[in-house]
Nanobody, 123 residues
Framework: QVQLVESGGGLMQAGGSLRLSCAASGRTFSTYIMGWFRQAPGKEREFVAAISSGGGSRYYANSVKGRFIISRDNAKNTVYLQMNSLKPEDTAVYYC????????????????WGQGTQVTVSS
């Protein structure tokens, strides 16, 4: 089992940047596919980005492609989400997620979730 703790959220003006971090517990972090999801008020939770266990593969939602970058440091048990060119529609609670298994469906079926961190983008 893995426990996830997000940090780095906050208030930012449109066009700005933020970097979210997610620290994972345990000694098997490098075996997990890691992902980020978000949930805006009144909307369903949606996939944002995922990275394979070794970091060699990444997958993004169309809405963030070209603006957000997911990365990981397996030595530090941490995954990051660099968010650039932020838009008001990026406002949401962002969740870090983890799962084991293959890279066949990186946008779904995650087993572990963090508590979330709020990101607010003002216009």
């Amino acid at each position: 089992q893995v426990q996830l703790v997000e940090s780095g959220g906050g208030l930012m003006q449109a066009g700005g940047s933020l970097r979210l971090s997610c620290a994972a517990s345990g000694r098997t972090f490098s075996t997990y596919i890691m992902g980020w999801f978000r949930q805006a008020p009144g909307k369903e939770r949606e996939f944002v980005a995922a990275i394979s266990s070794g970091g060699g593969s990444r997958y993004y939602a169309n809405s963030v492609k070209g603006r957000f970058i997911i990365s990981r440091d397996n030595a530090k048990n941490t995954v990051y989400l660099q968010m650039n060119s932020l838009k008001p529609e990026d406002t949401a609670v962002y969740y870090c997620t983890a799962k084991r298994g293959g890279w066949d469906n990186p946008s779904a079926r995650y087993d572990y979730w963090g508590q979330g961190t709020q990101v607010t983008v003002s216009s």
